[in-house]
């Protein structure tokens, strides 16, 4: 027998055995392991849904059922509610709302251009509207719509068969029949049909669905309820009542108030993206410009709320309200008189010499304290024919800038103070300054020695000039050549625009300029500079910069909202808001020197100053004037070819204790062609009546 031999089990095959059982029992496991993740996982998913049913179902189950029924409700908005009050500083109402009638059209969905001439037709025999602005082209328009076969008639088959090969488009077609309609087609039309015609051409005018005005003035109670009465068949026609504003002032600060948009307009195209951001529809009736525009969101009212049935009515779920009453802080009386004195003035200047060129003045009167702006008022004088006509020109007051001259010699003097380049009573000689190729700069006349006040009081221009060298870190010679550092235009700039002079002042009006602000660094142009001869500045940074000097270097935001008020049939009883006054900076100087200056403006508008006759002496004025030299192009073809004189004034009183600010700029009064010397002083003129009208109100 052979023996059965026993297989030999190696070393190496006992650890590929034990390899792969551990290889075996680790995927068991691991896969043990994430099938216990799973179900843990979708344990988890299924007690997440549980509760949130739970919370939804139990919990929020009232909340949501409101949710849905609110999505399931159709509601629309009325048309713009009335807008709120407008008044004065004494709550003297300046803007209010006047209810009107109106007759409108609102296209309905699948109605052909015929069926909406009929109705022109039909309505066109209950009410009367002005058709004199018809023209011959929509009457021509009107006479398509209704005689549509005759009008297919009127064109050829070859310029239809050019159509149909693209050589004419459509509304070439449309031109040939318009062309085509005969006087004699036209001549059958009656009164009734040309008025037809024109409420045709209003229901087809703007936006295809939007509202349109057929008739809004002289509605007669009759007319208004036939259309009311017979809305059933006049299919789009309708009637409501509407509002306007009301002037109660007339012209008086009109422009600056603003306008508001019309039921026919809607929001205008240039505002339609900022309006429409803001959740606006294009029918609405907003404020489109200065204040109107400025407080909209304020002034803007809420709309009536309408849920609209399965059978069409209307139902009334939340009533509108007027916008919100605003308070100004100008006082009407007392700008009624001021518009009246430019005005005035205006016309006395244009009888006298020299003034050719001269068309315009402005007037500010603020509270230094506080910013507020108690009058401002612009008025430009153009020649129509053989008399003049006045236009309002007070948004110049914001956007006019001009060469105001040494009238900010206070702000100059503070920028000597600061670099130690003038001493207090420092004395100076008041002698000319030349500088190699260039003119003559000197004051208006030789002034002899001055210190540094009396160099304010009688308007030195060579103090200034010296004090600029010094500032520059100059070497001056006569007749020789001038360099100067140019940080020196940054050191007065700087100084300036703590004053509100080249900055904005933050005004809360929608526009405002900043004035012209020369690169070049050339010496004499420092000393331009220091008397007011380089950069412009708009009236009101230079209201702004007299406002601060009388506030001992606060410098103030000028503001005209000076209350805001919830609507009640009560009047101005619940306050909404009230603006603080917002200081703005103060000047960066000691307040000795700003003393100094205030000591200067003082003896400015005393004895012999510059500035006597601006404010009567029992007001206690301080101030400075500014005379500066202007150029214009005096005939239009773009050449500056004429050299003017402006003239400013910038005060306040009283001086120990500044309740009001006046600030006066009359610009291209006199001009040098003539062989006569005459100056009017129409500035002064005004600047006295002005500030005698404000302490005749407030004494």
């Not at 008044?87 to 300046?94: A, C, E, T």
């Not at 508001?260 to 900022?274: F, N, Q, R």
């Not at 129509?384 to 020109?393: A, F």
């Amino acid at each position: 027998m052979k023996k059965i031999k026993k297989k030999k089990t190696t070393k190496r095959n006992t650890k590929i055995s034990y390899s792969y059982l551990n290889k075996q029992r680790d995927i068991k496991e691991t896969i043990e392991k994430r099938y216990n993740i799973l179900i843990m996982i979708i344990i988890t998913i299924i007690l997440i849904m549980v509760l949130n049913l739970f919370f939804i179902q139990i919990l929020k189950n009232e909340h949501y059922v409101e949710q849905v029924a609110k999505l399931s409700e159709n509601t629309v908005e009325g048309s713009t509610a009335p807008r709120g009050r407008i008044y004065d500083r004494n709550h003297k109402l300046i803007v209010d709302n006047k209810p009107i009638k109106i007759i409108y059209y609102r296209k309905t969905e699948g109605l052909s251009a015929l069926e909406e001439a009929k109705l022109a037709k039909k309505v066109a025999g209950m009410i009367e509207v002005d058709y004199s602005e018809l023209t011959d082209e929509q009457l021509r328009k009107y006479w398509l719509v209704t005689h549509y076969e005759e009008g297919k008639k009127k064109i050829t088959k070859k310029e239809w068969k050019k159509l149909d090969e693209r050589k004419l488009t459509l509304d070439d077609i449309e031109e040939l029949k318009l062309k085509r309609i005969t006087e004699e087609e036209l001549s059958h039309y009656t009164e009734l049909d040309k008025e037809a015609a024109y409420i045709y051409k209003l229901m087809n005018e703007g936006y295809a669905y939007a509202e349109k005005i057929i008739k809004k003035e002289n509605i007669t109670d009759e007319e208004y309820a036939t259309i009311a009465e017979n809305v059933s068949s006049l299919k789009g026609f309708n009637t409501r009542l509407d509002w306007d504003r009301e002037y109660l002032y007339g012209s008086t600060f009109r422009t600056m108030l603003g306008s508001v948009s019309t039921s026919e307009s809607g929001i205008p195209y240039e505002l339609k993206d900022y309006y429409l951001k803001k959740g606006y529809s294009l029918d609405d009736r907003v404020g489109t410009s200065y204040l109107e525009y400025q407080y909209e969101d304020l002034l803007r009212g809420e709309k009536n709320v309408y849920e609209v049935g399965n059978d069409g009515e209307y139902k009334l779920v939340k009533p509108g309200k007027r916008g919100k009453d605003i308070v100004l802080t100008i006082d009407i009386e007392l700008q009624q008189a001021v518009e009246k004195i430019l005005e005035d003035n205006l016309r006395k200047a244009k009888q006298e010499p020299n003034t050719e060129y001269y068309n315009r003045s402005f007037v500010i009167i603020a509270d230094p304290k506080t910013g507020e702006i108690l009058a401002m008022a612009g008025k430009q004088i153009v020649k129509k024919g053989n008399d003049y006509e006045i236009y309002d020109y007070t948004p110049g007051i914001t956007t006019s800038p001009v060469v105001v001259g040494s009238v900010v010699k206070g702000a100059s003097q503070i920028v000597g103070y600061n670099t130690g380049t003038v001493k207090f009573g420092e004395r100076r000689y008041d002698t000319c300054i030349k500088i190699a190729a260039t003119p003559m700069k000197c004051s208006w006349t030789y002034l002899g020695l001055l210190d540094d006040l009396t160099a304010l009081k009688y308007s030195s221009n060579t103090y200034q000039f010296n004090t600029a060298i010094k500032v520059g870190k100059g070497n001056y010679t006569y007749n020789g050549p001038l360099s100067v550092d140019p940080q020196a235009f940054d050191i007065y700039r700087n100084t300036f625009a703590e004053f509100g002079l080249g900055v904005k002042t933050g005004i809360d009006l929608p526009v405002e300029s900043l004035g012209y602000k020369g690169d070049s660094t050339n010496a004499g142009l420092l000393l331009d500079f220091s008397i007011g001869q380089y950069d412009t500045y708009t009236p009101i940074q230079l209201s702004q910069y007299i406002g601060t000097i009388a506030n001992n270097g606060t410098r103030m935001q000028p503001y005209l909202l000076k209350e805001v008020y919830e609507p009640t049939k009560d009047g101005l009883t619940k306050l909404y808001r009230k603006t603080e006054p917002k200081e703005l900076n103060k000047v960066n100087t000691k307040p000795e020197n700003l003393k100094r200056v205030q000591e200067g403006f003082k003896m400015v508008m005393e004895g012999d100053g510059t500035g006597v006759g601006h404010i009567n002496s029992e007001y206690k004025p301080a101030g400075k004037t500014g005379t500066s030299q202007s150029f214009i192009d005096s005939d239009g073809d773009g050449v500056v070819d004429k050299e003017t004189v402006t003239t400013t004034f910038a005060g306040y009183a009283p001086y120990d204790d500044p309740k009001v600010t006046f600030t006066i700029l009359s610009p291209d009064i006199y001009h040098y062609d003539n062989n006569s010397t005459y100056q009017t002083v129409v500035n002064r003129r005004i600047s006295n009546e002005v500030s005698k009208k404000f302490f005749e109100l407030y004494k």
